[in-house]
């Protein structure tokens, strides 16, 4: 895809998000979301035939990023568990940031569009391959399952709160012998350097 139409896709789809958990409702016009976007209702429908499909895409965008983690690692050199808590850390900085569209857009936990239902699809195995290592290593215990963390990690939504949630949640998954409390710390200190 050329840059400047990634570039004006992307606008639209944070356009979208912006605009519609601002009003706090998808009862928006596809002009407002073209202006607020900078580009023409020509190019909205260019890329996206319908409104249904842009408010989908916001979600798809979302869930690229987390199949993308999954299958290339959050970072060089990170161990099958900070790859893990990296992704679950990831996806509590998307939801936190896509609260107001997530609730106005009406998604809930546990209930996604269809429109991402293939790249979840992707995202799942390559997930729970690095999980699998994890509890191979021990540092996951046994009977955590790696789709109720990420369900769990996406219900974080509180902004005050996430780094709190972040951390009971790894408490929950990790084994005994792991410091939750500083693995989520140092993930945080890197994620701001």
Known sequence: MRTDVYHNRMQLVRA???????????DVGI?????????????LHRHFSTKEMLIDEVSVVRWSRMEDYARRGVRPGYTPLQNVLAILEAFTRMTTAD?????????????APRAIHPIREAFEPEFAALWIQAQREG???????????????G????????IQMMTMLTA?????????????SEMCLKRSK
């Open 16 to 26: 979208a998000r912006d605009v519609i958990g601002h009003r706090g409702s998808t």
């Open 31 to 43: 002009r407002e979301i073209a202006s607020v976007a900078g580009v023409g209702t020509a190019t």
């Open 99 to 111: 609260d107001r569209f997530i609730t106005a857009a009406g998604l809930t936990v546990g209930r």
């Open 139 to 153: 540092m996951l215990r046994r009977a955590a399952d790696p789709r109720d963390a990420v369900e769990l990690a």
């Open 155 to 162: 219900a974080i939504r509180d902004r005050t709160r996430r």
């Open 172 to 184: 929950g998954i990790c084994a005994p012998a792991v410091d939750a409390e500083s693995l989520v």
